[in-house]
């Protein structure tokens, strides 16, 4: 069950569901849900800097998304 529910937020995520989307997986500690989080981020800069994405997002959050090479 687990997996499929990380498997759905995943298909849901977009700069408008992502911040609350990394909030579900460090509550639940999804490790799989953040990789993924991070990696959408990264893939999408403008789209998450048009909508003042990254001001919302943890420290943790922003090293983590620098960390994926594009």
């Given at each position: 069950?687990?997996l499929?529910i990380?498997?759905?937020?995943?298909?849901?995520l977009?700069?408008?569901t992502?911040?609350?989307?990394?909030?579900v997986a460090?509550?639940?500690?999804?490790?799989?849900?953040?990789?993924?989080?991070?990696?959408?981020?990264a893939?999408?800069?403008?789209?998450m800097?048009?909508?003042?994405?990254f001001?919302?997002?943890?420290?943790e959050?922003i090293?983590?998304?620098?960390?994926?090479d594009?």
């Open positions: 069950m687990r499929l990380e498997d759905e937020l995943i298909s849901n977009d700069a408008s992502i911040k609350d989307i990394l909030d460090y509550h639940y500690n999804l490790t799989t849900l953040k990789q993924e989080c991070w990696r959408y981020a893939h999408n800069k403008s789209e800097s048009k909508y003042g994405i001001k919302q997002l943890s420290e959050d090293q983590s998304i620098k960390q994926i594009c």
